[in-house]
Nanobody
Framework: VQLQASGGGLVQAGGSLRLSCAASGRTFSTYTTGWFRQAPGKQRELVAGVTRGGSTNYADSVKGRFTISRDNAKNTVYLQMNSLKPEDTAVYYC?????????????????WGQGTQVTVSS
């Protein structure tokens, strides 16, 4: 599976962005997918995940502001980010896991996409 992320950019605090991650491969619909982020000097952390059955989980810091969704017909997973804050600034990575379980940490990931930079100015 190859993952191609897009949609990052520079936005003011309070603004919105939508990230997309397009996947190759016919088995994508069977995978758990999600988004991680890594800020300078910090560890990579889970932002949100969605299982093949549609079960979602979010980091506490983004609950109520971010929404993850997937379109299996398009082999694409999305991350809608609203009410962005400067602390959301990071490189965002899409990820996929063959396990079928909710993503919790980097160790759960089998496939990584390239990162896309999100910068939120105050």
């Amino acid at each position: 599976v190859q993952l191609q992320a897009s949609g990052g950019g520079l936005v003011q605090a309070g603004g919105s962005l939508r990230l997309s991650c397009a996947a190759s491969g016919r088995t994508f619909s069977t995978y758990t997918t999600g988004w991680f982020r890594q800020a300078p000097g910090k560890q990579r952390e889970l932002v949100a995940g969605v299982t093949r059955g549609g079960s979602t989980n979010y980091a506490d810091s983004v609950k109520g502001r971010f929404t993850i969704s997937r379109d299996n017909a398009k082999n694409t997973v999305y991350l809608q980010m609203n009410s962005l804050k400067p602390e959301d600034t990071a490189v965002y990575y899409c990820a996929a896991s063959r396990s079928g379980r909710n993503l919790r940490a980097s160790d759960d990931v089998d496939y990584w996409g390239q990162g896309t930079q999100v910068t939120v100015s105050s």
